[in-house]
């Protein structure tokens, strides 16, 4: 993440606030707006200015209504398309031979919402990239409902609104393009011509899009508000989900001789040689040379399911040896190995959807945290960058729950900590592991 990303975010964790979140069954099955049948109006649709398309926000009105300027001017979603045209993106679809990157289907499915041309509406231009339906859905039968004002939530989300206030469903949204999933999918060929390294995580990212919204009481009437910590937890579980799909895909798991590499932690190939750096990471179990499994979704989940259900956080912490010692095994054991967590994985999205997350849990994922970073764990710079998100939606989860000591006296340790990982190539481990230990995990 971006020093630009970090600063947006720290002003986000000192606002807004919290409440539990228990998932309705309702929703269950609610497909992914590129997916759905609707047809997409277009951001034009969107931001009349009576509509969202107001300057400033509307005294008395549920939402906001200048969420589309918010969009427009400060949500990276509405450049996606136009970073198709510019030198790094001219660069990849020329390594690639693809023609332009902003013609190409691979490029378009992320960024933009390039759903077939048949659910185009009249005003819809693909120039506008990430766009409102994109997220919110297809607009053919919620629009004039919506505009009526005489439907619920609910009734929206039948006429095709995309739930994105649920956890669960905005887990699947944003990793979708954020990691990718079976029809659209960075490969490690993409990122060789040049596309940049992808990371997520669901509360971080979420606070740090930035909000067109607000989250005051008149939404917690319309809508159920999951708090940070359980945000977090589910996007873990999603992220370990969709990486195991991956791994168990055939058309995505392989590129010729080898495992398709971008499942594997970059670092453990792209480091010089002269530098030697490798040190045992015990949670691994494996010795030196062996390329590494990128484990960082694994990392955090140990960590929250143990905190718990002990018994469920022991296991992990095996099947996640198991994955490693496959590796260095056969394709078989593999997948094997990826099976026993693609299963652990839908169980724990649904463990965390029923937990309450609360004041309670706040010392002991800290303290799990901590220890991880004590046993060396988040020596690989993508555990650290995760151990890092992770910490800073607790402690912005702590403080709206009035639980203000934790944050503040951690700020310092969480800036040394970004700062450490500010430089990709050349991060600074032990900075990053000093700061981590001086965070306090009792209030
Ligand atoms: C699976 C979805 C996905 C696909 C496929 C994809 N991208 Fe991306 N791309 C992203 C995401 C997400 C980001 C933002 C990464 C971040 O900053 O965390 C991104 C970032 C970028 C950036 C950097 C943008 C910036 O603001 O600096 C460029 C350039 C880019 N992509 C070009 C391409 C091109 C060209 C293609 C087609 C070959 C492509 N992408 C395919 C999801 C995708
Ligand atoms: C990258 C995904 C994404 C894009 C693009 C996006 N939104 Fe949202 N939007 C969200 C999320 C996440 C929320 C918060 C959860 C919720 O309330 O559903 C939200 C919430 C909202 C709300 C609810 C506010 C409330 O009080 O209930 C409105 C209205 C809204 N968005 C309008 C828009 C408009 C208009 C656009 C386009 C100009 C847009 N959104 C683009 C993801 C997105
Ligand atoms: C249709 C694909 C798509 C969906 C769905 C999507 N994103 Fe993105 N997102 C992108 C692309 C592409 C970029 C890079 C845009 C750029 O740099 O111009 C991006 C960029 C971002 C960034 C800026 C990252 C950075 O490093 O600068 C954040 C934050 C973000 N997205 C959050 C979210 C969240 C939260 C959701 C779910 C509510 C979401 N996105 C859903 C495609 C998507
Ligand atoms: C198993 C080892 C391995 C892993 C893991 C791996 N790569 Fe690579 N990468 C390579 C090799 C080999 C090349 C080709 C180098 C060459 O052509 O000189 C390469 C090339 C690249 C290049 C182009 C470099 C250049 O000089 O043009 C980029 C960028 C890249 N990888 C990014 C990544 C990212 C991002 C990840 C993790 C998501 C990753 N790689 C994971 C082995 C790996």
Redesign the pocket.
């Known amino acids: 993440m971006s020093s630009h990303l970090r600063k947006i975010f720290k002003t986000v964790l000192l606002s807004a606030a919290l409440k539990i979140f228990l998932i309705s069954g309702a929703v269950a099955g609610t497909v992914l707006p590129q997916n759905a049948s609707d047809i997409h109006l277009g951001?034009t649709s969107?931001?009349g200015s009576t509509c969202?398309g107001a300057t400033t926000p509307w005294a008395g009105s549920?939402?906001?209504q200048n969420?589309?300027m918010t969009?427009?001017q400060y949500?990276p979603?509405s450049k996606a398309y136009s970073v198709l045209m510019n030198k790094t993106s001219k660069k990849i679809a020329a390594n690639l031979g693809i023609g332009k990157a902003h013609e190409a289907k691979i490029c378009l499915d992320c960024h933009a919402d390039n759903v077939p041309k048949n659910k185009r509406g009249r005003v819809f231009q693909i120039s506008d990239g990430?766009?409102?339906e994109?997220?919110?859905g297809g607009g053919q039968r919620w629009l004039g409902l919506h505009v009526s004002g005489v439907g619920t939530h609910e009734d929206n989300v039948k006429a095709g609104l995309y739930?994105?206030?649920d956890p669960v469903k905005?887990a699947e949204?944003?990793i979708s393009c954020h990691f990718g999933d079976e029809t659209k999918f960075v490969t490690h060929r993409i990122m060789g011509a040049g596309h940049p390294r992808m990371s997520f995580e669901l509360d971080t990212f979420?606070a740090i899009?930035p909000a067109?919204?607000?989250i005051d009481s008149d939404?917690r009437k319309?809508?159920k508000v999951a708090n940070g910590i359980q945000t977090w937890a589910i996007g873990q579980a999603m992220s370990l989900e969709r990486r195991m799909d991956a791994v168990l895909d055939p058309k995505r798991n392989r590129d010729g001789l080898f495992p398709e590499l971008v499942l594997f932690d970059c670092q453990a190939c792209h480091h010089s040689i002269i530098e030697q750096k490798w040190e045992p990471r015990p949670g691994t179990g494996l010795g030196p040379g062996v390329v590494r499994f990128d484990d960082s979704n694994l990392l955090m989940l140990q960590i929250i399911v143990s905190d718990i259900d002990k018994e469920k956080g022991a296991r992990l912490v095996q099947q996640t040896k198991m994955l490693h010692k496959a590796t260095t095994e056969s394709e078989s054991k593999y997948l094997a190995a990826a099976k026993a967590l693609k299963k652990t994985s839908s169980e724990l999205v649904t463990l965390f959807s029923n937990h309450k997350f609360g004041k309670k849990d706040v010392a002991k994922l800290l303290k799990g945290l901590v220890e991880k970073a004590n046993k060396a764990e988040f020596s690989d710079y993508v555990g650290a960058e995760q151990a890092i998100m992770g910490i800073s939606s607790v402690l912005s989860t702590a403080d709206r729950m009035g639980m203000k000591s934790f944050a503040k006296s951690a700020k310092k340790a969480v800036d040394r900590a970004y700062l450490a990982l500010s430089k990709y190539d050349n991060w600074d481990y032990v900075g990053f592991k000093s700061a981590v230990r001086s965070i306090k995990t009792t209030p």
């Open positions: 951001v969107c931001a969202h549920t939402v906001l969420e589309y969009w427009e949500d979603h990430v766009g409102c994109a997220c919110h739930p994105t206030e905005r949204l944003c979420t899009q067109h919204y607000k939404y319309r809508k």
